[in-house]
């Protein structure tokens, strides 16, 4: 039986190459979009596109149903914003998706983060 994997971030570096390695090994991939400027990163990738955001718990729950892996690429990782540009995508939304995984069953949840998260300060 083929699995399905739902990949957050999609549409980034990380996730539009993970999305095609997955295709290429024999996954369904569903593609968490939240920008149709950025789907190009798709471009002759056969994944499913789901439109949603880490911040819509409803969006995230829609793009869940059925899936058996969730890999979290999805992430805000740069030297400004304000605070809610950073808590929705790393905090809150990864808690929205790790309380989906356990409430669908999800077998395996990934999370895939960057040391970016730490500033781009000089420091080690």
């Not at 990934?110 to 040391?115: A, D």
Request: aromatic share 8%; proline share 2%.
């Amino acid at each position: 039986m083929v699995k399905t994997v739902l990949v957050t971030g999609a549409t980034g570096f990380v996730g539009s190459n993970l999305c095609g390695e997955l295709i290429k090994h024999g996954y369904n991939v569903r593609a968490l979009a939240r920008n149709k400027n950025k789907l190009f990163m798709l471009d002759g990738i056969k994944a499913t596109i789901v439109w949603g955001t880490l911040g819509n718990p409803e969006a995230l729950a829609t793009a869940a149903k059925g899936v058996d892996y969730i890999i979290n690429v999805a992430g805000k990782a740069s030297d400004w914003g304000d605070y809610n540009s950073f808590v929705v995508p790393n905090i809150s939304g990864v808690q929205y998706l790790l309380d989906i995984a356990l409430k669908e069953n999800i077998k395996r949840f990934v999370h895939i983060s960057s040391v970016a998260i730490h500033g781009f300060g000089n420091h080690i």
